[in-house]
């Protein structure tokens, strides 16, 4: 049984879908809030609840020279003025232990990127915040090993936690996607988030930076709704191709509304039916 986690004044892992969608790093104030509005207004018609996700800094870039955002400083005034004029709740990513309680000031959902998530000190003082955190699972980490940690978050007395699947290393500069995890990790009893750009991204696949394969977020997305996720990770940005960071595998903002509105007839189904079970063979076969 999964218990819902409180984000702001949302339920995540409650009977509606979470949408976690933004700007990889913080370009603008003004396009922070194009995005924020765009994707607030989407949700809110096809019935989903939203979070806005912006990274003040991006610390794991490929290159020294690649765009990292505009820094703790600028970043988390930019979120908190999103969260005041949109009325979003914001979520975005702290890299050290003692980010954490001065991030945890401004933002409703701390999250704690994939390359880090085995990082002790990390995890225990994001925990230690009281905030909810979400945990993205290492491309390098199997399902299994992510409840060990949870388990260092949860240490704290901090239940608020949400698993991320954002793919498997599968060669050099290639992720694949094992739906299998996403049943295995919300076995755990915490809502289970699909990161669905960032699973078709090929990490240091374009020379200096990291390529993607966009064409692919539509058939993944509806892959995990399917299987019946308790909210998605989405990047997007007006423009991806002229994007400061990831911009090869983020949505284009413009179809951002095409792709949730075929999540809401997915979703559909998916309520109806429930989470996908891996105890459904218990029941007996028909041969």
Not at 17 to 28: H, N
């Amino acid at each position: 049984m999964v218990a819902p986690v409180h984000v702001g004044g949302l339920a995540v892992g409650a009977d509606r879908l979470t949408v976690i969608a933004g700007p990889c790093a913080f370009e603008s104030l003004e396009m922070g809030l194009e995005v924020a509005r765009k994707a607030k207004e989407t949700c809110r018609r096809l019935g989903m609840q939203y979070i806005f996700k912006a990274s003040f800094d991006k610390a794991n870039r490929t290159s020294v020279e690649s765009y990292r955002g505009p820094g703790m400083e600028q970043g988390l005034a930019w979120l908190a003025a999103v969260r005041e004029q949109v009325g979003v709740p914001v979520v975005t990513d702290i890299h050290e232990p003692g980010q954490a309680q001065a991030v945890a000031e401004c933002v409703d959902l701390l999250q704690i990127p994939a390359f880090l998530c085995r990082q002790t000190d990390l995890l225990l003082a994001a925990g230690r915040t009281g905030l909810p955190v979400q945990v993205k699972k290492g491309q390098f980490v199997s399902p299994a090993d992510m409840e060990r940690v949870a388990a260092k978050v949860a240490s704290t007395g901090n239940s608020g936690l949400l698993l991320c699947e954002r793919g498997t290393f599968f060669g050099y500069n290639q992720l694949v996607v094992d739906f299998r995890g996403l049943v295995a990790m919300r076995r755990f009893g915490y809502p289970v988030v699909f990161d669905a750009t960032h699973s078709v991204q090929r990490p240091g696949g374009a020379g200096g930076t990291s390529g993607g394969d966009r064409q692919y977020i539509q058939a993944l997305t509806r892959g995990a709704v399917a299987i019946g996720v308790d909210a998605l990770f989405l990047e997007t940005h007006p423009e991806p191709d002229r994007a400061r960071s990831d911009g090869p595998n983020m949505v284009p903002l413009p179809r951002l509304d095409a792709l949730l509105g075929e999540v809401a007839a997915v979703g559909a189904v998916t309520r109806r039916l429930g989470f996908a079970d891996p105890r459904w063979l218990e029941g007996g076969g028909t041969e």
